[in-house]
């Protein structure tokens, strides 16, 4: 996650009244940069729940709002509205300022932990604004705020059958994502997804791990207890995983902790990410664990983990928790689920849809012209190292002998 550097800086514009830019645009937008999320709270929360709302989990006010708590840096954040002629609200994006290499550079909140960075628009209809009215609507307020540039990556080229007008000048990521349409019959959903072998071997499996470990739950963390059980699980599985692959373990940062304990905590109403698990019964211990963003139509995957003893993983207790989490999420009404950005063998084996995504960078002055040339040149190498399964294998092999 974004958000130690000590050389990031807040605006260089001051912004006055209730926080807020407001700037005329010639093809009739407007828009307004605010500066804190109370101020756009209320429009905010409107949008994300009006029936013709068109947004990924990620743009729920919840979920930002937990990401951005976790930030040391919060004076960082800017929200674009973008109002059509007669006032209406259009568009939101949550941003964060950083200055890198020099250049003060817009990215969407959420970083490498959200999956999707398309807007929040108020409408399909509000998505068929052109690629150039949504661009010159960000120039202009890039030049108000003292940005050089956009740099907004993993943008869907559609989404919810919309195209997003963000995508449509992207060039692709190193990778996409990979999507599941829930029919409204769990049964007939999880018949879909997973192949007769396929299901008759967890059958087998999970009969195996109850002769083993005695009975097994499946598990929605509801409660503080529940929840502080099964992230401690997460934590300690992920950082066994990680050193055994050799990088980083992006889950000991504070910031990310921080923000996934307000991203899972019991709400009102529904949390801005769930947290499902694996238990056995008799000694809670936690086997297997799940968590997704969610709004009313969708589960979006940012993580899964395992125990790693190799006794438990004869079981694949990883696959018996998706497994049920599909049936879970139909049964529950969703009507999408998803297993986010990477290429992995499961994800391409269940789900039926590839998501597809770009990079869109965006320059405001003659300074982010040069920041956009290097950038894309940098993500042409990434893609070509992702995508080449033998480049990838060299740089993994480079990794663990620089941590080793």
Known sequence: MAGKDGSMTSLAQDLTGAGMIRDSLRDGL???LFTDLASVEALWRSMETAPEALATPYQRFDWVAAFVAGLEAQDRLRILVLRDAAGRPAAL????????RGFTVARVVGAKHANYHMPLFASHQAAGLSAEEVEAALVRAGQAAGIDAYAL???PRFWDGSANPLSARG?????DAYGLMLGPDAEATVKRSFSGDARKKLRAKERKLVEALGPVDYVQATTPESIAAILEAFYEQKRTRFAAMGIANPYTDDDVRRFIAGATAPC????AIELHALIARNDRRVLATFGGAVNDDRFSGMWTSFDPDPEIGRF???DLLLH???????????RAFDLGVGEARYKSSICDETIELVEVLIPVTLRGQLFVLAANAASRLKRRIKRSPQLWQAVSRLRKLRRS
Not at 93 to 100: G, K, P, S
């Open 30 to 32: 407007t828009a307004e």
């Open 93 to 100: 994006m949550a941003l964060l300022i950083a200055r890198m």
């Open 153 to 155: 990556d993993h943008q």
């Open 171 to 175: 060039t692709p990521c190193a990778s």
């Open 268 to 271: 009102e109403g529904r949390p």
């Open 316 to 318: 694949s207790p990883g």
């Open 324 to 334: 049920h989490l599909i049936g879970q999420q139909t049964s529950a009404g969703r």
